[in-house]
């Protein structure tokens, strides 16, 4: 079984970072993949970002590359998104999700978090 707790989302101006953090708890969670998702009211749950358990493969969606980075720290068990230039669009509820293989979709991910709000004001 594999815990995941969320941290760090919060009300920022657009053109400013958050750091969201994902803390994980299991005895192999280090051999996971972990994956960043966001959803707003009335939408389907989307992806943002997700890393191999190795670090040695990374994804990122379209509308956050180049803004978004995600980190692993594997003695922490934590994983990490930092959230460059942030928009209005990115406000959202992200969710941690932790899965055997890296993968885009909802369907890859068996673990999921309860979730941290981010709201980005213009």
């Known amino acids: 079984q594999v815990q995941l707790v969320e941290s760090g989302g919060g009300l920022v101006q657009a053109g400013g970072s958050l750091r969201l953090s994902c803390a994980a708890s299991?005895?192999?969670?280090?051999?996971?993949?972990m994956g960043w998702f966001r959803q707003t009211p009335g939408k389907e749950r989307e992806f943002v970002a997700a890393?191999?358990?190795?670090?040695?493969?990374?994804y990122y969606a379209d509308s956050v590359t180049g803004r978004f980075t995600m980190s692993r720290d594997s003695l922490r068990n934590t994983a990490y998104l930092q959230m460059n230039s942030l928009k209005p669009e990115d406000t959202a509820v992200y969710y941690c999700?932790?899965?055997?293989?890296?993968?885009?979709?909802?369907?890859?991910?068996?673990?999921w978090g309860q979730g941290t709000q981010v709201t980005v004001s213009s």
């Open positions: 999700a932790a899965a055997r293989g890296i993968g885009r979709s909802i369907d890859d991910y068996n673990y």
């Open positions: 299991g005895r192999t969670v280090r051999t996971y993949a």
């Open positions: 890393k191999s358990w190795s670090g040695g493969s990374a």
